[in-house]
């Protein structure tokens, strides 16, 4: 089964997916994280538009 192109691929797949909930999980509290979400949260035009947030 090692070295088998599907099993190759469903493994890159699984790491792709990994990598992308990273970047999301850091992306969506890295405001929070280094301090700056309260001055972000606190900008009008991020007010109205909540999902940036």
Same mark, same amino acid.
């Given at each position: 089964?090692?070295?088998? *192109?599907?099993?190759? *691929?469903?493994?890159?797949? %699984?790491?792709?997916?990994v990598? $992308?909930?990273?970047? $999301?999980? =850091? =992306?969506?509290?890295a405001?929070?994280?280094? %301090?700056?979400g !309260?001055?972000?949260? %606190?900008?009008?035009?991020? !007010? !109205? ?5």
């Amino acid at each position: 089964m090692a070295g088998a *192109w599907w099993a190759d *691929w469903l493994f890159m797949l %699984g790491m792709l997916a990994v990598g $992308v909930a990273l970047i $999301v999980c =850091a =992306a969506a509290y890295a405001g929070h994280s280094l %301090g700056l979400g !309260r001055r972000w949260a %606190g900008i009008a035009f991020v !007010r !109205r538009n909540r999902w940036l947030i």
